[in-house]
């Protein structure tokens, strides 16, 4: 999915960033380099520059790696809720109380099937479990089990435009001001095997607190890109339009769009 010359810029960046750090002689030919790009011990030699090539060469070499699973037995005992409180609407509060009978998934934007999905339907889709760890900036961390429909199959289901980039996820809460809460990641992401619509979390029905009835587990970013509460999925070419702009609730704040741990 992911644009050739968006592909093709990133490897001039990353033969940039080789040429700053005495790896350069790594790569003298294109084909070398891109075999060598699929290794994974030259992936982490090249993880292991230290400095301020450190970030860019992870955002460039990590990011279709796997997040980190972990056993059953090294759940966290208690995972803090964090963030705004849940959405406190009549509509939120009876649906959440009978199970989610009314709550549907809009999915469209730039897409050629727009769909609306029950949670029972999305429930009814092909699911992934996975116990990863949870990072917030904040500075802590939880582990937890997740159960959810990979954002994968939501796109092969509505089949995005060529024009679409980014995938926003929008939220039924709101901070005091009343602004809503969203979020967005690019196609690199939404096709992470380890990316999915969780309706579980260690075996039970997502908490209310944790975002009830659907969140974001995208493992390969920090906790704020892990959107709860979700009711609308959107593909666009472009997120400068959607609130202040920047891609996300955080981001529109000053935080960086692209979170990777
Ligand atoms: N809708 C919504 N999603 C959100 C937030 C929020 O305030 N609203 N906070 C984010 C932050 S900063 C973190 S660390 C995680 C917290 O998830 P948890 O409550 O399951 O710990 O949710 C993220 N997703
Ligand atoms: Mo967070």
């Known amino acids: 999915m992911e644009k050739n010359s968006s592909v093709i810029s ?17 790569s003298g030919c294109e084909n070398v380099f891109n075999k060598l790009h ?22 460039l070499t990590g990011r279709n790696k796997l997040a980190q699973e972990f056993g059953e037995q090294d759940i966290s005992r208690y995972f803090k809720a964090n963030g705004n409180p ?19 998934l809009q999915i469209g934007g730039l897409v050629n099937q727009p769909a609306a999905l029950s ?3 999305l429930k009814a889709l092909p699911a992934r479990t996975q116990i990863t760890r949870h990072d917030c900036v904040e500075g802590w961390s939880a582990i937890a089990k997740w ?8 796109l092969e289901r509505v089949q995005p435009l060529p024009e679409a980039r980014y995938v926003v996820f929008y939220c039924m ?19 992470h095997p380890q990316t999915i619509l969780a309706y579980e ?6 908490p209310i607190e944790h975002g009830a009835p659907l969140r974001l587990r995208v493992e390969t970013q920090l906790g704020y890109k892990m959107a709860k509460y979700i009711h609308r999925v959107e593909f666009v070419s472009s997120y400068q339009t959607i609130a202040k702009g920047r891609g996300g609730y955080w981001e529109d704040q000053g935080y960086e769009w692209y979170a990777g741990i």
Not at 173 to 188: P, R, V
């Open 201 to 206: 979390m260690n075996d039970r029905p997502l």
């Open 147 to 154: 159960k959810g429909v990979p954002l994968k199959q939501i």
């Open 86 to 104: 849940p959405p406190v609407t009549m509509e939120y509060l009876i649906d959440a109380a009978a199970g989610w009978p009314f709550w549907k």
């Open 173 to 191: 809460d709101t901070d005091s001001s009343g602004d809503y809460f969203y979020e967005s990641i690019d196609f690199h992401d939404v096709l």
């Open 38 to 59: 699929q290794n994974q011990k030259v992936l982490s030699l090249l993880e292991s520059v230290e400095g301020g090539n450190r970030r860019l060469l992870r955002f």
């Open 10 to 26: 990133r490897r001039k960046i990353l033969l940039g960033a080789l040429q700053g750090t005495g790896l350069f002689f790594l």
């Open 119 to 121: 949670l029972e339907e």
